[in-house]
């Protein structure tokens, strides 16, 4: 026992009409990575919000090392050692970064002021030792997702804490950021922190993991040795059942053109140039790139939330006259975007509105009123057909797991019965057995004539899900590759071509 630096034992917690924890327990070993595995859904986030004192557990015991310990919010989880960086970036994005890590606990000059100079100097000093490259006077939001991220883990690792919590820290970070991760954790087990670490990369589990406990459905399966384990053994414990092929067939009858980019030039000199390329009916279309490839751009300028300087861009050899999500959803664009958080849910409205509110115009009455009975029937219809895990439709989004508001959001497109779906990564933050449901819902899409752009950093993906793979560098079109010439290999050629 004198290894264990945590013990969280017979942890019970239950939401309005859900039980998501149910007598939860394992133990974490002072100086290890000890990995929790398990489905979106499956009680992972919980049950670290309980740990770290966000929710308040209903039944159970948190012991640090070998005291037990009551945490009612996430001060006192810090003040026991006990730090976490969140799935989803929480930072103050008008405020610089010293600002940001610092946040509550600013130095202090003699007169009880906030010290300004001690603070630079301390966000130096720390971002130095972590061989981090931030500015500490940038404003929060003027930095990349990946710079972001990094700002998150420098926040956590400042407190000093015995305990890290990482969940899904990678989740916006290039290969090189997460190797940089990974030489930082390494760092911290040698002076003997623990670190629970939350991811649904297999590859990252097996490269940085010692144990890994496995969670389903609200209750642990198992915790074992990381070299007891093989990635198809650890998916059957997380999803009960065999995936024996990683994506499933994609079968479909490619058709016409339905959507033609001429020449497309962003407004903003930085991004893409001279961008031409046809999606056919029945086609996913994969965009592959590294980070600032200005993938997210491109999509984006086609959907009108960019601005175009040069270009057109034709559905159906109709041009969109003016380019702006009205007029793109008119034509029968969705775009389900990339980050689920700040452009994709609405928090704080219930699963019907979300799924709802981008074909809101279908449910109005003779009177000019909407009908709430209509809009109601057919977003569960939809959620249904995508196997949504809610207690209820009225239930809040922002209550649901990543994977589970993937699904509403894709509901919500196809609410709006879309003939184009651009997906910008889909599968992101989300576990194995949802990602197959997410590709199989895309096969059938494209099998009905649908057509499918999907932007991915995960290169099996590009290569499992696309007909054809658009490839940008740099803002620019360095490669169209068919499927017989999709690998790993020519993606990453095409990717790395100016550098």
């Keep these: 026992m004198a290894d264990n630096i945590l013990e969280l034992r017979r942890i019970t917690k239950r939401f309005p009409g859900v039980l998501a924890l149910s007598d939860v327990s394992f133990l974490v070993k002072k100086g290890t990575v000890h ?42 989880a810090m003040h026991a050692g006990v730090s976490m960086i969140h799935q989803e970036l929480s930072n103050a994005p008008d405020r610089s ?41 940038a404003k929060m939001s003027n930095l990349s997702i990946s710079q972001q991220q990094g700002c998150e883990i420098a926040r956590a690792v400042s407190y000093n804490s015995s305990i890290v ?25 040698s002076k003997g922190v623990a670190i629970i670490y939350i991811s649904h990369k297999m590859e990252e589990i097996f490269n940085i993991a010692d144990e890994v406990t496995v969670m389903r459905d609200g209750k642990t399966i198992g915790t074992y040795p990381i070299g007891d384990l093989t990635s198809d053994k650890l998916i059957t414990l997380m999803v009960d059942r065999d995936l024996t092929h990683r994506f499933p067939p994609v079968e479909s009858t490619i058709g016409d053109v339905c959507l033609e980019a001429k020449n497309l030039t962003a407004a903003n000199p930085r991004s893409f140039k001279n961008i031409s390329f046809k999606l056919n009916r029945g086609e996913i279309l994969g965009i592959g790139g590294l980070v600032g490839a200005q993938r997210t751009e491109l999509v984006e300028a086609i959907f009108g939330i960019r601005q175009i300087k040069e270009g057109e861009i034709l559905v159906h050899g109709k041009p969109i006259k003016k380019i702006r999500p009205k007029n793109a959803i008119e034509s029968g664009i969705g775009f389900v975007t990339e980050d689920r958080r700040n452009s994709g849910i609405f928090p704080l409205l219930n699963i019907t509105v979300n799924t709802a509110i981008a074909s809101l115009g279908k449910h109005i009455n003779k009177i000019g009123l909407l009908n709430h009975n209509t809009m109601n029937e057919v977003a569960a219809q939809q959620n249904k057909k995508l196997k949504t895990i809610t207690p209820s439709m009225n239930s809040l989004i922002q209550n649901l797991s990543g994977g589970n508001q993937q699904k509403v959001i894709l509901s919500r497109w196809l609410m709006t019965l879309p003939e184009i779906l651009i997906m910008d990564e889909p599968t992101r933050g989300i576990d194995v057995g949802t990602k197959y449901e997410i590709y199989t819902i895309m096969a059938e899409l494209v099998k009905q004539g649908k057509a499918i752009i999907m932007i991915s950093s995960e290169m099996p993906e590009l290569v499992g899900m696309s007909h054809r793979v658009l490839v940008l560098c740099e803002g620019q079109l360095t490669g169209t590759l068919e499927k017989a010439d999709i690998t790993q290999e020519t993606i990453m050629r095409c990717a790395t071509m100016f550098s």
């Design 97 to 137: 970064v010293a600002q940001n890590l610092w946040l509550g606990r600013e130095p202090l000059n003699k007169i009880r002021l906030i010290d300004h100079k001690k603070m630079r100097e301390n966000t130096v000093t720390l971002l130095e030792s972590l061989n981090y490259h931030f500015d500490p006077g």
């Design 35 to 76: 990995a929790l595995m398990g489905e979106n859904g499956a009680g992972k986030s919980t049950l670290m919000k309980c740990l770290f004192g966000m929710y308040k557990m209903d039944e159970g015991a948190i012991f640090v090392d070998g005291k037990e310990r009551h945490f009612n919010n996430a001060s006192d």
């Design 165 to 189: 919590i990482m969940d899904e820290p990678t989740s916006s970070l290039t290969e090189n950021e997460v190797e940089h991760l990974f030489s930082i954790i390494r760092d911290l087990k």
